[in-house]
């Protein structure tokens, strides 16, 4: 089993910043593929980021690209995504989520088409303008 937990999320103005932090645990080898999704009200969920935990190989969303960074810490148990340049379209609920990497997606985790087996509770990201 693989427990994740989220924090950082918060209030912010527009052109500002935020770290959001993801607290991993359990096997490694059920999470080598981590990655950070978005929800807002009333709209589907969308991946924003991504990482192969074993090279940190970060592939990130169009949408997003230039102003956020996924990133991990040395011991691979912290998944970040840093914000910055924020907009009002940023805002919802961001949730970590983990599992391991689908042998046909090479060495690329992608939101978009990787499956994830676990999920945290989520962190909400507010950008008022």
């Known amino acids: 089993q693989v427990q994740l937990v989220e924090?950082?999320?918060g209030s912010v103005q527009a052109g500002g910043s935020l770290r959001l932090?993801?607290?991993?645990?359990?096997?490694?080898?059920?999470?080598?593929?981590?990655?950070?999704?978005?929800?807002?009200p009333g709209q589907e969920r969308e991946g924003v980021a991504g990482i192969y935990t074993v090279r940190s190989?970060?592939?990130?969303?169009?949408s997003v690209k230039g102003?956020?960074?996924?990133?991990?810490?040395?011991?691979?148990?912290?998944?970040?995504?840093?914000?910055?340049s924020l907009k009002p379209d940023d805002?919802?609920?961001y949730y970590c989520a983990a599992g391991p990497l689908s042998a046909a997606a090479g060495v690329?985790?992608?939101?978009?088409?990787?499956?994830?087996t676990y999920w945290g509770q989520g962190t909400q990201v507010t950008v008022s303008s």
């Open 57 to 62: 190989l970060p592939i990130i969303a169009d």
């Open 91 to 93: 805002t919802g609920i």
């Open 67 to 84: 102003r956020f960074t996924i990133s991990q810490d040395n011991t691979g148990n912290t998944l970040y995504l840093q914000m910055s």
């Open 108 to 116: 690329w985790c992608n939101p978009e088409s990787q499956s994830f």
């Open 7 to 9: 924090s950082g999320g």
């Open 21 to 40: 932090s993801c607290a991993a645990s359990g096997s490694p080898g059920r999470r080598d593929c981590m990655g950070w999704f978005r929800q807002a």
